[in-house]
């Protein structure tokens, strides 16, 4: 289940606030073991397994360099650009459990006011990120070829 932080919630509230996609521009991925934490404001939890960024250069917090982005898609519907190559090299071995998409400021632990969201992250079936297998080991690349987040009506 997608998870806001609030500080991404308030963001996107006030009158003058930011776009979902402008909010997260020149972001950066991070997939954990373990399980998703209860809320996005929270301490990251379980191993950090693999940072992804934009052509799997060096993502430094502040600099558009390595940044990844967003693209809309259909209605409702914002994905992963198609002009970037998510990809990222293993920092540690083990199983995938969740993610934690960061804003470029990279604001890590417990916060209230870090824009960021967190997501579950499976192989099939109802998860928020699907990859083609939990187990990751270093030395091998990982690529996020699809990455959606919608906005139902309703």
């Not at 990809?87 to 969740?98: D, E, H």
Request: aromatic content about 10%.
């Amino acid at each position: 289940m997608i998870r806001l932080s609030a500080g991404l919630a308030t963001m996107l509230l006030r009158p003058n606030g930011k776009s979902f996609a402008d909010a997260f521009r020149y972001g950066v991925l991070r997939l954990f073991s373990g399980g998703q934490p209860d809320d996005a404001n929270a301490t990251e939890t379980g191993t950090l397994l693999c940072e992804i960024s934009n052509g799997g250069v060096l993502f430094t917090p502040g600099i558009a360099s390595g940044g990844l982005n967003f693209m809309l898609g259909s209605t409702q519907l914002l994905e992963k650009s198609n002009f970037e190559t998510w990809k990222g090299n293993p920092v540690a071995s083990g199983n995938l459990g969740w993610f934690r998409f960061y804003d470029n400021a990279l604001g890590i632990g417990a916060s209230t006011t870090a824009v960021r969201f967190d997501g579950s992250i499976v192989v099939m079936g109802t998860g928020d990120l699907r990859v083609s297998h939990l187990d990751v080991s270093t030395g091998v690349p990982m690529e996020i070829e699809f990455f959606e987040i919608s906005q139902p009506l309703q």
